[in-house]
């Protein structure tokens, strides 16, 4: 097996995706996020990104496969193939604002809306018949609404402490997002064997995992 580029987004899913390679075999033992942003193993040369970057380097061709999560795909537009969904990294895609305005939120015809992901705002609510003013925040969108920005938030929700801790509420479930396995185009068509034999691992791995 040729060594395959791998890019591993940095944070709390470099971690994740080092325990399932680890448990796939395809890896011999742990690494850990330091300053290096390139690792070598025997089967991979990793490369350690910020998680908007990996789409990116996948569909660029410097990076065979990565791990990206859904939302940050949809977000991208990158042209990758989807081969395998991890389950890692779980959260949800919602619209929240304020509790009075939930029943506002079912009637709209346009919408003042804060989010890191301008894209999936504005695919979502155009496909709805609804205009978007879209104001893209790179921090804490929750601010938007608290300031008279916007009415509402597109964002990604875990555990939805952050939006009770500023007296918002989600108002829509837009769509969930796990961390896919993605390659690049070319490299799944010249890399065919190796590509698949490691999704084939991993996917073992979480059948297992789902009992």
Known sequence: MSKLVLALPKGRLFEESIQLLLEAGLIEK????????VLSTER??????????????????????????????????????????????YCKICIAGFPEGVERYKNLSSIKVATKYPNIAREYFEKR???PFIYTLNGSVELAPLIGLTDYILDLVQTGRTLR?????VVE?????????????ESFFLKNGDILGITRRLEEVLTLKRG
């Open 30 to 37: 742990p690494l850990k996020e330091g300053r290096k942003l």
């Open 173 to 185: 479930e837009i769509a969930e997002s796990t961390a896919r396995l993605i390659a690049n185009r």
């Open 129 to 131: 018949g609804i205009k």
């Open 44 to 89: 991979f040369e990793i490369l350690l990104s910020k998680p908007k970057d990996v789409p990116m380097l996948v569909e660029s061709g410097y990076a065979d496969l990565g791990v990206s999560g859904f939302d940050t795909i949809w977000e991208s537009r990158k042209e990758v193939f989807e081969l395998l969904d991890l389950g890692i990294g």
């Open 165 to 169: 801790e500023n007296g918002l509420v």
